[in-house]
């Protein structure tokens, strides 16, 4: 958990800077620090490809996994839905003002719905590896700036949702963690790395890639060799 309490804390403080700052953060140091935040995002899901994809047996996995999980994620179209539903917070109120649901809902939202947020608890229910955790944690912190700078000191609340949110993740894993074996959390890992990077990519505006649609992605792995294993 000691990563979930990382990733609630950079939300805390992240709203308590950006309440500071009631009339927004500057759009330069928004944009480096979106870019800064891009490169660790790439550079971490280079890190888990490399490291894991040695380690793996079934070395075409991850290319059905991306293709299946893509095809599922665009026929569901999440990344649709996820946008009607922040742009459908993200509208001012009549009166001009910035609401605080608003904010919360839009937040929320932002915080729990990404392979960092939930291949992070997986990882360290089952590794002990909280690298997921602390570079979610840093991106969350930004993001609540930001935020926060619109929506108030409220934005904190938020910090409850990503902990049940994670936590329920890590208690999963940890209760299933006999029925996961190393092969599953080497092929997980490789699939979470890639859309990792993917986010990176879009954050430095390199490409746009509908990385929620790609999200069930990481449900294949696990069901390809938990199918295996009864075999």
Do not use: R
């Not at 938020?158 to 902990?163: C, D, E, K, T």
Request: hydrophobic share 50%.
């Amino acid at each position: 958990m000691i990563g979930t309490i990382f990733n609630v804390g950079m939300i805390l403080i992240g709203s308590f800077v950006g309440s500071y700052f009631k009339k927004g953060i500057k759009p330069e140091y928004n944009e480096i620090l979106t870019q800064a935040l891009g490169l660790v995002a790439m550079m971490v899901g280079i890190n888990a490809v490399i490291q894991h994809m040695p380690k793996s047996h079934y070395p075409v996995l991850f290319i059905v996994s991306l293709a299946v999980g893509g095809l599922l994620g665009e026929w569901l179209d999440l990344e649709g839905h996820f946008n009607h539903l922040v742009d459908k917070f993200s509208k001012p109120n009549p009166n001009g003002d910035s609401n605080l649901a608003e904010g919360l809902a839009t937040g929320i939202l932002l915080y729990c719905i990404g392979s960092l947020s939930i291949l992070g608890p997986i990882q360290a229910a089952l590794n002990k590896d909280y690298t997921f955790l602390f570079t979610n944690g840093m991106l969350d912190g930004i993001t609540s700036i930001v935020l926060a700078s619109t929506f108030g000191i409220g934005m904190a609340l938020a910090a409850v949702a990503v902990l049940c949110w994670q936590g329920s993740i890590y208690l999963i894993a940890m209760l299933l963690q006999n029925s996961i074996n190393n092969n599953m959390i080497t092929e997980l890992t490789i699939v979470g790395g890639i859309l990792i990077l993917a986010s990176g990519l879009g954050l430095l505006n390199i490409k746009k890639i509908k990385v929620l649609n790609l999200l069930p992605s990481l449900l294949v792995p696990i069901i390809v060799i938990a199918v295996m294993q009864l075999f």
